[in-house]
């Protein structure tokens, strides 16, 4: 596991900690080629999220950009403190080829085991009870998984926290 990956994993929510750690290795383990899998994203900030929701809305995000769309593409539809990730119960994943080329490729099998790299991990966050943002019917987020029962923004919201800023579950 990469440091980048433990110090993501280390800032999300203290009850599901051990569990990513757990995925992450698992992840790796299954993927015996040349791919591994890093955390991109955990926990978020009001402030990063708000950024976020920002981008091709009142801020050029420069993906996407064209005449008809000259902020270009909006990348989440989840305002600050209606992302999971705000809460510590979200992450989202790349692949790290060779240890230095990242890479989002869904399809790809890196290990030759006839089934798609991505897909693998898929299945191992599935087998946590993690939901995958590849299955929503709208606005399908590939990298991003949360955890199941830690899913609702709103149900969170209301939640007390403790003196770190996590919700007491």
């Not at 590849?134 to 709103?154: A, I, V």
């Amino acid at each position: 596991m990469d440091k980048p990956t433990q110090d993501r994993i280390a800032k999300l929510h203290p009850t599901v900690r051990e569990e990513v750690a757990k995925i992450v290795t698992e992840c790796n383990t299954a993927l015996t080629g040349r791919a591994k899998i890093r955390i991109t994203q955990g926990l978020r900030t009001l402030k990063e999220q708000e950024g976020l929701y920002s981008l091709g809305r009142t801020k050029v995000n420069p993906i996407g950009v064209t005449p008809k769309k000259p902020f270009g593409s909006i990348v989440t539809n989840a305002r600050a403190g209606q992302s999971i990730h705000n809460y510590g119960f979200a992450v989202d994943i790349c692949l790290i080829i060779d240890g230095k080329t990242v890479s989002w490729d869904t399809v790809k099998d890196w290990d030759n085991d006839q089934v798609a790299d991505w897909y693998e991990c898929v299945r191992i966050f599935a087998k946590y009870g993690w939901d995958w943002g590849g299955n929503w019917k709208k606005f399908k987020d590939l990298p991003h998984f949360e955890k199941k029962n830690f899913n609702s923004w709103q149900k969170l919201a209301r939640l007390q926290k403790d003196s770190h800023g996590y919700v007491i579950i």
